[in-house]
């Protein structure tokens, strides 16, 4: 069993930075990659990156490339992504998710077993 518990959401104004965490527990050993989602009202559940525990393979979406920044501490089993210049089309809820599939660029919901409850992100205009 794994659990997941992200903190940092919350608002912002268009062009501002959030740093999200999501600190992972329980039997993690047993996770290769870890994932940040987000959902805003009405739609569906987007990716935006992931990160593996070993190595350096990360990946980002187009939306977020540029802007966003995964990044990951074994020590504290703890998973971060850095959110700069914030638009207003930002605003969701954040999730993360982890795989213990060993593949090592993850982009779908489909391929990640564990997911967080989620945390607020909204960027004001």
């Known amino acids: 069993q794994v659990q997941l518990v992200e903190s940092g959401g919350g608002l912002v104004q268009t062009g501002g930075s959030l740093r999200l965490s999501c600190a992972a527990s329980?039997?993690?050993?047993?996770?290769?990659?870890m994932g940040w989602f987000r959902q805003g009202p009405g739609k569906e559940r987007e990716f935006l990156s992931s990160?593996?525990?070993?190595?350096?393979?990360?990946c980002y979406a187009d939306s977020v490339k540029g802007r966003f920044t995964i990044s990951r501490d074994n020590a504290k089993n703890t998973v971060y992504l850095q959110m700069n210049s914030l638009k207003p089309e930002d605003t969701a809820v954040y999730y993360c998710?982890?795989?213990?599939?060993?593949?090592?660029?993850?982009?779908?919901?489909?391929?990640?077993?564990?997911w967080g409850q989620g945390t607020q992100v909204t960027v004001s205009s």
């Open positions: 329980g039997r993690t050993f047993s996770t290769y990659a």
């Open positions: 990160i593996t525990w070993s190595g350096t393979y990360t």
């Open positions: 998710a982890a795989t213990s599939s060993s593949y090592p660029y993850p982009n779908h919901r489909g391929l990640f077993d564990y």
